[in-house]
């Protein structure tokens, strides 16, 4: 799904990873990684998230600029269910 269909607030995942045009290589950064959609710069082709779990939690707002490679495509709501569930297993077994 493309990044401009989310809105501000949005719990957003990466399902695929980015193809960079220029070389081929596949980049898997943030795929399964929970963010928060902060907003996007169309004109400047920038996105800008917040980490919401892990150790960059308490960190500022991040960027990612599309400008060059596929970043803009590959998005999905995360899927906070799946992450209920799983907290739900861990707390009973500890």
Known sequence: MNINKFKE??????NNP???DHNGIKDSSYCGDRL????LDEKAKIIFYKH????????D???L?????????????????????I????????
Do not use: H
């Open 9 to 14: 607030g949005d719990i957003v995942t990466r």
């Open 36 to 39: 928060l959609f902060c907003g």
């Open 87 to 94: 907290k739900d297993k861990f707390s009973k077994n500890n």
């Open 65 to 85: 600029s599309y400008a060059r490679d596929n970043w803009d495509e590959g998005w999905e709501y995360y899927p906070d269910s799946m992450l209920e569930k």
């Open 61 to 63: 707002i991040c960027t």
């Open 18 to 20: 980015c193809d960079y």
């Open 52 to 59: 919401t779990q892990g150790i960059l939690k308490s960190a």
